[in-house]
């Protein structure tokens, strides 16, 4: 018996499309297939504008540009997060302020925000850790009294709903994943939502290279040319074609990934309890989409240990992230604040496999065969 991980799914489309793509004779980028992605985004999930990316960390560093984050600016994060969050951001000069997570939840700790705001602060970015929502409410009203923007990490939380809002919605600018460990997968890509009108315009030139080729396609421009700065931030047609086929099933596989977590969460509650590690905690005002289910161990030996025992009975369990202000990169860099509860998720967080076609009940006997304390 051997469990992964992490397994990617496909619904059986995925080649088709892929197929059909190639035989339209227009496989580089921003065709019939991406048109059709972006779309799903704007209507299902209450999106302004939405733009595949060829990776989540592509949008993040689409938003660093659009916000005109230059050095010296200060960007407000957690630290439980990855790297990606703050390296978009790096890599424009600004200065990364590290928030601490909240008690009882990965999540950033809203009320802990206000204090670490400057003259210098820029943005506001919100990781929703397990597809669970972040306070987004306090968070915007935050952002609004300080004039702030905000951008959504939403990597890891595709259908979730923060007060029946979609999140990725909320923000002034999102971002989403569909690299192979996500719900909705692509093998790598991503989104970037634009919710606030005055950055549609510019987002659009920014992913073409920083050109107004789109406008020129459009009609509304007789010749395109060099008007910003900009990459090559979209996704080709194969990739958009394998994600659309995704979509078009995302009802069946949030179900499924849904009741793994369920059998997780009723037949672990018990053992948990005997042994002292919380179960994850879905925060009242967010829907949970199912994306991760982890443990909170009640130390580093404890976790080592449940992930030993997981390993000799073939399955693959993992931690996540080391925060990221004790990181090699930025250790030095850390204003020295002590980050109480990222150190206490670093140290003690473990996820369980979750992926379509798990058996969650051969992990689940495996978990309770451990009676150590």
Known sequence: MRIPFNKPFLTGKETTYIEQAVASGHISGNGHF??????FFENHFSIKKALLTTSCTDALEMTAILLDVKKGDEIIMPSYTFVSSANAFVLRGAKIVFADSKPN?????DTKIEALITPKTKAIVVVHYAGNACDMDAI????????????????????????????GSIGHLATFSFHETKNIISGEGGLLA????QFMERSEIIWEKGTNRSAFFRGEVDKYGWVDIG?????????????WAQLENIKSIQAKRKSHWDYYNKHLASWATIH?????????????????????????????ALITHLKANGIHAVFHYISLHSSPFFTN????????????????LLRLPLFYQLNPEVVV?????YNKN
């Not at 939840?105 to 700790?109: E, K, L, M």
């Not at 990459?231 to 394998?242: G, H, V």
């Not at 179960?279 to 080592?304: D, K």
Request: charged fraction near 20%.
């Open 34 to 39: 991406t048109k059709k992605c972006q779309r």
């Open 140 to 167: 915007m009203t935050i952002a609004k009294k300080n004039n702030l923007f905000v951008v959504e990490d939403a990597a890891q939380a595709i259908d979730t709903y923060y007060k029946g809002k979609p999140l």
């Open 105 to 109: 939840h990965p999540n950033i700790d």
């Open 276 to 304: 002292n590690i919380k179960q994850p905690e879905v925060p009242v005002s967010s829907s949970n989409n199912a994306h991760i289910y982890y443990l909170v161990c009640n130390s580093g030996e404890q976790r080592t």
């Open 365 to 369: 006997q495996v978990l309770l065969s």
């Open 194 to 197: 634009i919710n606030d009108e």
């Open 231 to 243: 990459s090559s931030f979209l996704p080709s047609e194969i990739t958009a074609a394998f994600l």
């Open 333 to 348: 860099k850390h204003d020295g604040r002590l980050l109480e509860h990222s150190n206490y998720y670093t140290k003690c």
